[in-house]
């Protein structure tokens, strides 16, 4: 079947747009809903007032065409908004649907933040990107049914209100393999068996959409850029059946499918013979197809993403223009867009006016991005309009390369004098003799990841600081005052190792950039991790160095209140690369060796002040890891050498701790392994333990800490549930190399379910515990 519009595809477009607002009102709105602020029609007015916004400020910028503005909004999650759209609700949530058969408002957070008595879906990484998504439980017994009309309410608001948008929704070959097999599904089941189950859910979709006045809708289907555990043909097999089925809809929108991320890969041809009618490529990080591939399209159009969503560099608009002349030569129909949805950047770099003109002219935000795609798609009409542009750019690319501090003497011999010899400490086995005389530590020792809550008593005094009402003095003994509470409340709880509880890091990143040449921090620049969840990713410009010591003093003082080993805290290279928007002109590996040399330094002047536990967090170690398996060995390689050059210099009995978080860790446990710390901390509380499997299977060696509490989720989980998480890692993993931990920081929680959670922690270790000493005798 046709299409029921035949509304060209817009010239210009982008994938996707930041949905937080420009001040964050949506994670305002949303955490006041939860607190019970505001009601859901408040809550509605504020979602509404952002997605109108969005609209008007994106016509602002030049994408006026029909279908051009993408309805990329979401209450917490997009994959979470696929599976509301779909009935997805695991069976062990009970009845979530209403009389009439909807997933409102509360049984959608529900599914976000859990119950009491049921944990929330499991959260993971969304592709290489820091962004987190829900993850959708699918078995045999999963019931698909249409179960929202929030993309058709959306799309007659927009309509109603001037704007016709394109509606967006994960696409269903995407949404099933993202997915992972239910509690009570039978062992092997894959979801992506389901396909044909969803299918007729997305047609009845398309046809509401289609009613409503849709011209387009976009289906993303990034899955299909990465390499998965199901066979490529099987996949590809996947994909040309669901569009086939969705292509001859009785009556739908015209389908736009988008694959960001990455290169197809042989897959053009298969997706342009379905019946779509425009399909996206990522030529920024992907290659050109070949004239033969692009000859595949036929009519279908070819919507090219050679402005990047995923970093905030200008644009090379001479280097775009060259891809798209290519394109032209084979593609009958041409249209410009991102590479990726632009929400991984903040909204406007003209918002940053603490930052230098010059730092500015070198970069492109959300609202520039569009900008660009639009001057990019006027090569279309009238390509000599577009040459100005493009020597501009050129003349702003060449100033970067040449400003100062861009390259540093210093810093590149440093780097070039380093031998394999930096890179490796002494044999585990060496190692743990020394920590164990030196920490006398029990068996099952407790500890927490290093984040204590940041309250509004620290916010304020950080943001009075900021704006001299607080002398450097005030401030720091404020700080001073918060970890000498945090560590009296670790000590009365009972745990073996403490943490100073970082009140005086505004986040993980920030705090370092601040502190090291090479980097800027942004005001407003804001983007979305998870759900209400927002960071601020530091700008990485130029070469890196350390000036002074950053954490040394901080730790020392703590460390003068307790006669317990106190853990100095580090984040790792690779994530500070992982959440920066790093630089783009020379290889990753070399960045991370420059990071790794400064937290090299960092970890000296630690040890020198009586810290014997360092921990230095890598949670983005799954997250830059190519999607493509033939692309990740060189990952992995100089992203585990990094780290081994930050920490070799350590003696022998300082015990080296990492912490990782929310990825499927099956795929990089020789990478793990292959980091050599003394102790591993992974999250696995929300996934039920299916960490330790791999653990076992893989016969890691070292000390590890599998998570046992959930901190990204209200609930405070009880002493027994606790205590069954752990006593699942015993059964797989030695109890001598058993850490008990939480899953990651605890910086955004509140203090009465930190207190309450943690102390459900230690009595479940001490009864585990003691179920061991019982064993033994």
């Known amino acids: 079947m046709t299409a029921q519009h035949t509304t060209p595809f817009p010239s210009a477009s982008i994938l996707g747009y930041p949905r937080i607002g420009r001040r964050r009102e949506l994670k305002k709105a949303v955490e006041a809903y939860w607190a019970g602020r505001i009601d859901a029609a408040a809550l509605d007015a504020a979602a509404k007032q952002i997605q109108l916004g969005t609209a008007r400020r994106l016509q602002e910028l030049g994408l006026t065409e029909p279908a051009a503005i993408p309805g990329t909004f979401s209450f917490y ?42 944990p929330p879906l499991e959260m993971t990484k969304w592709f290489d990107t820091n962004y987190h998504y829900l993850v959708p439980e699918i078995g045999p017994e999963t019931r698909f049914t249409p179960a929202s009309s929030r993309i058709v309410d959306e799309f007659e608001y927009a309509l109603a209100h001037g704007v016709q948008t394109r509606p ?35 047609t009845a979709l398309l046809e509401k959409l289609a009613a409503a006045g849709a011209a387009w809708i976009q289906l993303d289907e990034p899955a299909l850029v ?122 406007d770099v003209e918002e940053e006016t603490q930052l230098s ?12 991005k569009a900008v660009e795609v639009v001057t990019l798609a006027g090569l279309l009409t009238d390509p000599a309009a577009v040459q100005p542009a493009i020597e501009e750019a050129k003349a702003v690319i060449a100033s970067r390369a040449a400003a100062e501090g861009v390259r540093r003497t210093e810093v590149r011999a440093r780097t070039a004098a380093l031998t394999e010899a930096d890179f490796s400490r002494s044999d585990y086995g060496v190692r743990e003799v020394a920590q164990a005389a030196a920490l006398q530590l029990s068996p099952l020792p407790t500890t927490t990841i290093g984040s204590f809550p940041q309250t509004a008593e620290i916010r304020t005094a950080r943001a009075r600081a900021a704006k001299g009402e607080l002398s450097s003095a005030q401030y720091e003994q404020l700080m001073k005052d918060e970890i000498k509470r945090v560590v009296e409340l670790q000590e009365e709880l009972g745990f073996d190792v403490l943490v100073h509880g970082e009140p005086e890091r505004n986040d993980m990143v920030q705090y370092f950039a601040e502190n090291l040449e090479g980097f800027d921090v942004t005001v407003h620049g804001w983007v979305q991790s998870y759900g209400s969840r927002c960071t601020r990713p530091s700008i990485l410009w130029g070469d890196v160095t350390r000036s002074a010591p950053i954490t040394v003093e901080w730790a020392r003082y703590a460390q003068s209140l307790t006669s317990k080993p106190m853990k ?95 990825s499927e860790f099956g795929a990089i446990i020789d990478a793990i392994d292959g980091l050599d710390a003394d102790v591993t901390s992974i999250e696995a509380a929300r996934s039920r333990m299916e960490v330790v499997h791999d653990l076992e299977a893989h016969g890691f060696g070292r000390g590890v800490g599998p998570g046992v509490y959930d901190i990204h989720s209200p609930r405070v989980p009880a002493e027994q549930e606790v205590a069954e998480l752990l006593s699942t890692a015993v059964r797989h993993v030695p109890a001598r190399q058993l850490w008990v931990n939480p899953d990651c920081g605890l910086k955004t929680r509140g203090y009465a379910e930190t207190e309450e959670s943690l102390r459900h922690l230690v009595g479940a270790a001490r009864t585990v515990r003691a179920g061991l000493l019982e064993a033994a005798v």
């Open 77 to 118: 999650d997009q994959v979470l908004d696929a599976a509301a759209h779909l009935g997805a609700v695991p069976a062990r949530f009970g009845t979530l649907l209403d009389a009439d058969g909807q997933l409102g408002i509360d049984g959608y957070f529900t599914l976000a933040r859990g119950t009491k008595d049921q």
């Open 168 to 202: 967006y929704l994960v696409g269903p070959v995407t949404f099933l393999l993202l997915s992972k097999a239910s509690d009570d599904a039978p062992a092997g089941f894959d979801p992506l068996s389901r396909l044909e189950d969803v299918l007729p859910v997305y």
């Open 226 to 347: 990465a390499d998965h555990a199901a066979p490529a043909g099987h996949v590809q097999a996947a994909a040309a059946r669901a569009y086939e089925v969705l292509a001859a809809a009785a009556r739908r929108p015209q389908l736009f499918v988008s694959t960001p991320y990455g290169s197809l890969d042989g897959q053009l041809g298969t997706l342009a013979a379905t019946g779509i009618d425009a399909l996206h490529l990522d030529v920024f990080k992907g290659q050109v197809p070949s004239a033969a591939a692009l000859a595949a399209l036929g009519n279908t159009t070819l919507v090219a993403g050679v402005v990047d969503g995923h970093n905030i560099w200008r644009n090379d608009l001479g280097a775009s223009a060259a891809k798209i002349a290519e394109l032209r030569q084979s593609a009958a129909r041409l249209a410009v867009s991102t590479s990726t949805s632009t929400q991984h950047v903040p909204h």
């Open 357 to 368: 003109a010059q730092l500015r002219s070198w970069l492109a935000f959300a609202d520039q």
């Open 568 to 662: 100095g805290m580090l984040t790792g290279p690779v994530t500070i690369l992982a959440w920066s928007f790093v630089r783009d002109d020379q290889p990753l590996g070399e960045t991370a060796n420059q990071v790794a040399l400064a937290l090299r330094d960092e970890i000296a002047d630690l040890e020198a002040a009586g810290i014997n536990i360092i921990q230095v967090d890598e949670p983005a170690l799954r997250e830059l890891l190519p999607l493509r398996r033939a692309d990740q060995a060189a990952y992995l390689d100089w992203s585990v050498r990094s780290f081994r050059l930050a920490t070799a210099g350590a003696a022998d009995a300082t015990q080296i701790h990492t912490h990782l978080c929310y």
